[in-house]
Nanobody
Framework: QVQLVESGGGLVQAGGSLRLSCKAS????????IGWFRQAPGEEREFVGA????????LYADSVKGRFTISRNNAKRMVYLQMNSLKPEDTAIYYC????????????????WGQGTQVTVSS
């Protein structure tokens, strides 16, 4: 089973950028695709985007399309979420998650979750 750890969150002003990292470890890591989700206080967990571990397929939520980019480095077993032009409404805890499905947007399709990293965007 794959294990995931997120890092890179912090405080940034509106219009700024952050890059989040998701480190994968454990057995059969190469069989998983990776999704990014976020959750603000009192709200449902929201799909941000996902990337295929080996196939290069990706998918983004409309709310972040054109601003966020997911990339991967399989040799390092790392997946990144580059966030540009950040807005206060992007403030949330960000999670990466692993799935055996093909870049689904439904969180129920994901098997393993990281602990999350806080992103706060000030106006």
């Amino acid at each position: 089973q794959v294990q995931l750890v997120e890092s890179g969150g912090g405080l940034v002003q509106a219009g700024g950028s952050l890059r989040l990292s998701c480190k994968a470890s454990g057995r059969t890591f190469d069989s998983y695709d990776i999704g990014w989700f976020r959750q603000a206080p009192g709200e449902e967990r929201e799909f941000v985007g996902a990337i295929s571990w080996s196939g290069g397929n990706d998918l983004y939520a409309d709310s972040v399309k054109g601003r966020f980019t997911i990339s991967r480095n399989n040799a390092k077993r790392m997946v990144y979420l580059q966030m540009n032009s950040l807005k206060p409404e992007d403030t949330a805890i960000y999670y990466c998650a692993a799935t055996t499905e093909a870049v689904p947007a439904d969180p129920q399709e994901y098997d393993v979750w990281g602990q999350g990293t806080q992103v706060t965007v000030s106006s």
